[in-house]
C-alpha cells in the first residue's frame, strides 16, 4: 500500500449499475438481479464530482467504466464526455457488446478509446446457454462496428468455463486476432453465483496455455508497462499472430501492486473485490456533497490502506454489485 501513496497513482473501476440483461451463469444466480433502485444511483454530476475530487489528490491513471451492464444507462454517453473533459485520456469501457451496435459511435465521439468485450464463445447456442439471454450475432456486430470506427484496442474477454467453453480456446483467440484485436483468458473467480460452480468449472491458467499450445507457440510473459492484471504472451498459430493475455486471479493473484479503487452505482468505495462493500461517499459528492475536499482526501487514503495485499477470492458478492 505505501507504494501506492508514494506514487500517488490510482486507477478506478467505477460501477454504473448492477442491472443486465444478461444473467451469465457465473454472474447472476440465474433470477432479475435487485440492485439499488435507479433512484439511488449516482448521477453523472456525483460520479464527475467523484473522479474531479479523486483527481485533487491522486494521478489517475486509467478509469474503467463497468457494472453491471453499463450501456443499459441512458446517460453513459454523457458520463464519457464529461470525464474525457476532465482531462482523463485513458477511458475503458467493459460491456457485453449486446447494445454495442448502437453504441459505439456516440460514445468514441464523446472520448471513448478502449474497449473490453466479453465474449465466452463463438457458438451461438453456447454462448445463449452461458449468457442466458445474449445473441451471438448481435454482439459480434457490436464488436466489428467498434472496431470499424478505430476503437483501439479492444480486448475480448472470455471466462474460461470446464466442459463448457474450454474446446473453443484457440478458435476464440484465432478470431480475435484475426481482425486485430486482443484476445484474453479469465480464470473463474469463486465469488457470488460461482462459488458453488467453481470445484466443476474452474480451469487454471496452466491448463489454459497447455489448450492453447497446441495450436500456438507461446512466449511471455511480455514486459508490461503500468501495475495491469494481465499477463501477455506472444502468440503464433499458421492462422494467426498477435499477443494473447490471462487474467489469473485464482492462481497468480494480482494484488500486489494493485492501485484499483472501486467505485459502485449506489456510491460505495470498495478497495478491492476480496474485501465486499464499503464506504459510502454520496455525501461528499456534488451538487449536494459540501466539498472537503481535505476530508474526502483523508477518506480516500482510509480505504487505500484497507487493501489486504492478497487477495481471497472467497466473498458471496457477485461482480456485477461490486463492478467487474
Ligand atoms: N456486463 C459487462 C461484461 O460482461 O463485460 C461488464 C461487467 S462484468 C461483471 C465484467 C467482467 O467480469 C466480465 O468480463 C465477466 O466475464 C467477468 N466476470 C463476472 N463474474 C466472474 C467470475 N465469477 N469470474 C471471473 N470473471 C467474472
Ligand atoms: Fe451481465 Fe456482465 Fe454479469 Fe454477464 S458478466 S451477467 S453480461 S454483468
Not at 242 to 249: A, D, L, Q, V, Y
Not at 305 to 310: A, E, H, L, P
Request: net charge positive; hydrophobic share 40%; with cysteine.
Amino acid at each position: 500500500m505505501e507504494t501506492l501513496v508514494v506514487k500517488n497513482t490510482v486507477s478506478l473501476r467505477i460501477s454504473l449499475t448492477t442491472e443486465c440483461q444478461f444473467r451469465c451463469l457465473y454472474c447472476t444466480a440465474g433470477k432479475d438481479h435487485v440492485g439499488d433502485a435507479p433512484a439511488q444511483r449516482l448521477t453523472v454530476e456525483e460520479i464527475v464530482s467523484f473522479v474531479r475530487q479523486v483527481k485533487g489528490r491522486f494521478r489517475i491513471e486509467k478509469i474503467h467504466l463497468t457494472g453491471g451492464e453499463p450501456l443499459l444507462r441512458s446517460d453513459i454517453v454523457e458520463l464519457v464526455r464529461r470525464l474525457s473533459r476532465l482531462g482523463i485520456g485513458d477511458i475503458a469501457l467493459t460491456t457485453n457488446g449486446e447494445r454495442l451496435v448502437d453504441r459505439a459511435e456516440a460514445l468514441r465521439d464523446a472520448g471513448l478509446r478502449r474497449l473490453n468485450i466479453s465474449l465466452d464463445s463463438l457458438e451461438t447456442r453456447m454462448l445463449a446457454r452461458i449468457t442466458r439471454g445474449g445473441h451471438l450475432e448481435r454482439i459480434v456486430a457490436g464488436i466489428e462496428r467498434a472496431g470499424a470506427l478505430g476503437l483501439r484496442p479492444i480486448k475480448i474477454n472470455t471466462v474460461v468455463l470446464r466442459g463448457v467453453n474450454d474446446g473453443e480456446l484457440a478458435r476464440l483467440a484465432e478470431w480475435s486476432l484475426g481482425h486485430g484485436w486482443v484476445p484474453r483468458f479469465l480464470e473463474l473467480m469463486p465469488i457470488g453465483p460461482a462459488k458453488p460452480l467453481h470445484g466443476r468449472l474452474f480451469v487454471p491458467v496452466q491448463e489454459i496455455m497447455e489448450r492453447l499450445a497446441r495450436t500456438f507457440t507461446l512466449n511471455g510473459p511480455l514486459p508490461e508497462a503500468g501495475l495491469g492484471s494481465t499477463r501477455y504472451y506472444a502468440a503464433a498459430s499458421p492462422r494467426a499472430v498477435g499477443r494473447i493475455g490471462f487474467i489469473t486471479p485464482v492462481t497468480h493473484p494480482f494484488c500486489a501492486g494493485c492501485n484499483r479503487l472501486r467505485l459502485t452505482e449506489a456510491g460505495d468505495l470498495v478497495s478491492c473485490l476480496a474485501c465486499g462493500l464499503g464506504v459510502n461517499v454520496r455525501q461528499w459528492l456534488a451538487p449536494e456533497g459540501k466539498g472537503r475536499p481535505d476530508r474526502f482526501a483523508n477518506l480516500l487514503d482510509r480505504v487505500l490502506k484497507t487493501k489486504k495485499g492478497r487477495g481471497l477470492f472467497q466473498t458471496e458478492t457477485p461482480m456485477m454489485a461490486v463492478g467487474g
